[in-house]
């Protein structure tokens, strides 16, 4: 079947890095985007990932592989207020799962001191 | 900030009542889409909409839910008749292209029925 998996938790240090995971399957790949959720909040989108590869966006980095399905979000020099959940999204194709994105559950990122 | 405006914030309904919400897409963002998000964070797509005509909407929609989008009045979504499981945030999106590759959220319409 089709669905996006995330780990559900995540802890890092102040100042150091995060790699959120994310796996894949679903009818054909037209994209994968990331969201960043705080408690109460929107969602903000943060990147969007379509070719395999490294994507560098300062603060965040994207890393796409389609032929394993997998993607991850690199947070880097973190600070507490990166503490939030983050959301990966994987639009199928038209046929399949129509355009709407397939989110996974997120990983809520917890950055101590 | 949000430039997708959701109404009501917060809505406390009883079993087997109508429970409606509102949605204000960003300016001159023709698709719009709905999302419940359980207590356990999964995301369920609702419907989605580009201008006022539905493009996809899964069964649950089709059987409980009303939705529109009229054109320069808000988007609707409501569940005829509530149920205890449809407790949520329901969030609304728009994008400025069908293809969707960034969506705007609203801060959600937190549902809670009795």
């Known amino acids: 079947g089709q669905g996006v998996e995330q780990p559900d938790n995540l802890m890092s240090v102040e100042g150091t890095f995060a790699r959120v995971n994310c796996t894949y399957s679903?009818?054909?790949?037209?994209?994968l985007s990331w969201y960043q959720q705080r408690e109460g909040h929107a969602p903000v989108f943060l990147s969007y990932v379509v070719l395999d590869g490294l994507k560098d966006s300062g603060h965040f980095s994207t890393f796409l592989s389609r032929s394993n399905g997998y993607s991850y979000l690199l947070l880097t020099e973190l600070q507490i207020k990166d503490s939030a959940s983050y959301l990966c999204?994987?639009?199928?194709?038209?046929?399949?799962?129509?355009?709407?994105?397939?989110f996974g559950t997120g990983t809520l990122l917890s950055v101590k001191p | 900030n949000s430039k997708v405006i959701q109404t009501p914030r917060y809505l406390v309904k009883g079993q087997g009542q109508k429970a409606k919400m509102r949605c204000i897409p960003e300016k001159g963002h023709p698709v719009v889409f709905w999302y419940q998000q359980n207590k356990n964070n999964e995301f369920k797509f609702l419907i989605n909409?580009?201008?006022?005509?539905?493009?996809?909407q899964i069964d649950m929609t089709e059987k409980r839910f009303s939705a529109e989008c009229p054109s320069n009045s808000p988007c609707s979504l409501e569940i005829q008749s509530s149920e205890a499981g449809d407790s949520a945030l329901y969030l609304c999106?728009?994008?400025?292209?069908?293809?969707?590759?960034?969506?705007?959220f609203g801060h959600g319409t937190k549902l809670s029925v009795l």
């Open positions: 999106a728009s994008s400025g292209t069908i293809s969707n590759e960034r969506l705007f």
């Open positions: 679903t009818s054909g790949f037209n994209g």
């Open positions: 909409f580009q201008n006022q005509e539905v493009l996809q």
């Open positions: 999204a994987v639009r199928g194709d038209r046929g399949g799962s129509g355009n709407k994105l397939i």
